[in-house]
Nanobody, 121 residues
Framework: QVQLVESGGGSVQAGGSLKLSCVSP????????RGWFRQSPGKEREGVAV???????LYADSVKGRFTISRDNSKNTVDLLMNNLKPEDTAMYYC???????????????WGQGTQVTVSS
Protein backbone atom coordinates (compact mmCIF):
# COMPACT_ATOMS: atom_id res chain seq x y z
CA GLN A 1 0.00 0.00 0.00
CA VAL A 2 1.45 3.30 -1.14
CA GLN A 3 1.63 5.75 1.71
CA LEU A 4 3.55 8.61 0.10
CA VAL A 5 1.23 10.80 -1.93
CA GLU A 6 2.55 13.32 -4.43
CA SER A 7 0.68 16.29 -5.87
CA GLY A 8 1.35 19.40 -7.92
CA GLY A 9 2.40 17.99 -11.25
CA GLY A 10 1.09 19.35 -14.51
CA SER A 11 1.97 20.97 -17.81
CA VAL A 12 3.92 24.19 -18.13
CA GLN A 13 5.84 26.07 -20.78
CA ALA A 14 9.61 26.33 -20.69
CA GLY A 15 10.73 28.93 -18.20
CA GLY A 16 7.73 28.36 -15.99
CA SER A 17 7.47 27.01 -12.45
CA LEU A 18 5.77 24.19 -10.60
CA LYS A 19 5.73 23.10 -6.97
CA LEU A 20 5.45 19.44 -6.10
CA SER A 21 4.35 18.30 -2.66
CA CYS A 22 4.49 14.93 -0.94
CA VAL A 23 2.75 13.93 2.27
CA SER A 24 3.39 10.74 4.23
CA PRO A 25 2.59 9.18 7.58
CA UNK A 26 4.78 10.38 10.41
CA UNK A 27 6.66 7.09 10.74
CA UNK A 28 7.76 7.36 7.11
CA UNK A 29 8.45 11.07 7.17
CA UNK A 30 10.59 10.45 10.20
CA UNK A 31 13.14 8.63 8.10
CA UNK A 32 16.18 10.81 8.05
CA UNK A 33 16.30 11.47 4.32
CA ARG A 34 13.54 12.48 1.96
CA GLY A 35 14.09 12.78 -1.75
CA TRP A 36 12.64 13.50 -5.16
CA PHE A 37 13.48 11.33 -8.15
CA ARG A 38 12.31 11.40 -11.75
CA GLN A 39 12.03 9.04 -14.70
CA SER A 40 11.56 9.86 -18.37
CA PRO A 41 10.39 7.28 -20.91
CA GLY A 42 13.23 5.01 -21.90
CA LYS A 43 15.52 6.28 -19.16
CA GLU A 44 16.46 5.05 -15.71
CA ARG A 45 15.10 6.77 -12.65
CA GLU A 46 17.47 9.48 -11.44
CA GLY A 47 17.85 11.40 -8.21
CA VAL A 48 16.87 15.07 -8.34
CA ALA A 49 17.18 16.32 -4.76
CA VAL A 50 17.54 14.92 -1.26
CA UNK A 51 17.19 16.60 2.13
CA UNK A 52 18.03 15.49 5.64
CA UNK A 53 15.75 15.81 8.67
CA UNK A 54 17.42 19.06 9.67
CA UNK A 55 17.96 20.39 6.15
CA UNK A 56 21.24 20.32 4.21
CA UNK A 57 19.97 19.50 0.71
CA LEU A 58 21.78 17.70 -2.08
CA TYR A 59 20.95 18.41 -5.74
CA ALA A 60 21.67 16.82 -9.06
CA ASP A 61 23.90 19.05 -11.19
CA SER A 62 21.16 19.33 -13.80
CA VAL A 63 18.79 21.12 -11.41
CA LYS A 64 21.16 23.16 -9.21
CA GLY A 65 20.09 26.78 -9.02
CA ARG A 66 16.62 26.00 -10.42
CA PHE A 67 15.05 23.52 -7.98
CA THR A 68 14.63 23.85 -4.21
CA ILE A 69 13.73 20.99 -1.90
CA SER A 70 12.26 21.66 1.53
CA ARG A 71 10.54 19.68 4.25
CA ASP A 72 8.08 20.56 7.00
CA ASN A 73 8.53 18.07 9.80
CA SER A 74 5.43 19.33 11.62
CA LYS A 75 3.25 18.48 8.60
CA ASN A 76 5.16 15.42 7.35
CA THR A 77 5.60 16.99 3.95
CA VAL A 78 8.45 17.48 1.51
CA ASP A 79 8.20 19.93 -1.37
CA LEU A 80 10.10 20.51 -4.58
CA LEU A 81 9.91 24.00 -6.05
CA MET A 82 10.95 23.93 -9.69
CA ASN A 83 11.79 27.18 -11.43
CA ASN A 84 12.99 27.92 -14.96
CA LEU A 85 11.73 24.56 -16.14
CA LYS A 86 13.15 23.08 -19.32
CA PRO A 87 11.71 20.50 -21.74
CA GLU A 88 14.33 18.03 -20.50
CA ASP A 89 12.74 18.23 -17.03
CA THR A 90 9.71 16.39 -18.42
CA ALA A 91 9.32 13.20 -16.41
CA MET A 92 7.33 11.32 -13.81
CA TYR A 93 8.45 12.67 -10.44
CA TYR A 94 8.50 10.44 -7.36
CA CYS A 95 9.00 11.29 -3.72
CA UNK A 96 10.78 8.81 -1.50
CA UNK A 97 12.00 8.21 2.04
CA UNK A 98 15.33 6.61 2.81
CA UNK A 99 18.40 6.14 4.91
CA UNK A 100 21.22 8.02 3.19
CA UNK A 101 22.02 11.43 1.75
CA UNK A 102 22.37 10.06 -1.72
CA UNK A 103 20.86 10.53 -5.15
CA UNK A 104 20.94 6.77 -5.65
CA UNK A 105 17.51 5.18 -5.39
CA UNK A 106 18.99 2.11 -3.75
CA UNK A 107 19.07 3.97 -0.41
CA UNK A 108 15.34 4.76 -0.50
CA UNK A 109 12.83 2.24 0.79
CA UNK A 110 9.44 3.95 0.50
CA TRP A 111 8.04 5.46 -2.69
CA GLY A 112 5.03 7.33 -3.94
CA GLN A 113 3.22 6.55 -7.17
CA GLY A 114 4.51 9.64 -8.94
CA THR A 115 3.18 12.83 -10.46
CA GLN A 116 3.73 13.80 -14.10
CA VAL A 117 5.53 16.99 -15.07
CA THR A 118 5.47 18.05 -18.70
CA VAL A 119 7.41 21.05 -19.98
CA SER A 120 6.76 22.27 -23.50
CA SER A 121 9.09 24.43 -25.54
Amino acid sequence: QVQLVESGGGSVQAGGSLKLSCVSPAYIHGRTYRGWFRQSPGKEREGVAVIGYGGSPLYADSVKGRFTISRDNSKNTVDLLMNNLKPEDTAMYYCAAGSAKSLSESWFQDWGQGTQVTVSS
